[in-house]
């Protein structure tokens, strides 16, 4: 019997995955598929359709987290392609823009979850190897590089302890590291 509810394949997909982070979230990673397609809304079928088996459904759910970074560092690209530190600058912005705390505390608590899984952290591993290569190949000095990238990492890490900075703040630190990268670059040797 085909579909009848009017949702496309991509509709259930993604109703499937947000019904699985709200379970996660609230439950961890023990969420059953059933409990999963009752919250979407499908039968277990459905679900299965789209994700064959539970490590599946975790893995899919991983990339869209992963994906959904790669994006926002892309919205954040805003120079020509081959400028160096283009991905860098890029990197520093989507880490340091502002979040909602509630918002950035679920996505890390969903995250948090998901790493148990040994699957998922294959995946990530691989999405932080492409990340390492793109970004040394982007023409910002390692030294610079590691503690622009770290720094970034760390206050977008923030709002897990309910500390974000305040908007002044904040902008102030991605000046700061954006200056940092622009510094590095001038003084670069010519050979680099």
Known sequence: MGRTSGRSPEDTRRLVLDAAGSAIRRGGIGATLDLVAREAGVSKGGLVYHFPSKTALLVALAQVELDTFRDAVHAHLDRPEGTPGRLVRAYVRASLAP????EALE???LIAQLLAVPEVLDLARVDDEHWQAALAADGVPEATRTLVLAAADGIGGRPLWAADLEPAAR?????DLLDMVDAALRTRPADD
């Not at 979040?99 to 509630?102: A, F, I, L, M």
């Not at 902008?171 to 000046?175: D, F, H, P, Q, Y």
């Open 99 to 102: 979040v909602d705390e509630g």
């Open 107 to 109: 996505r890390f608590t």
């Open 171 to 175: 902008e102030r630190l991605t000046t």
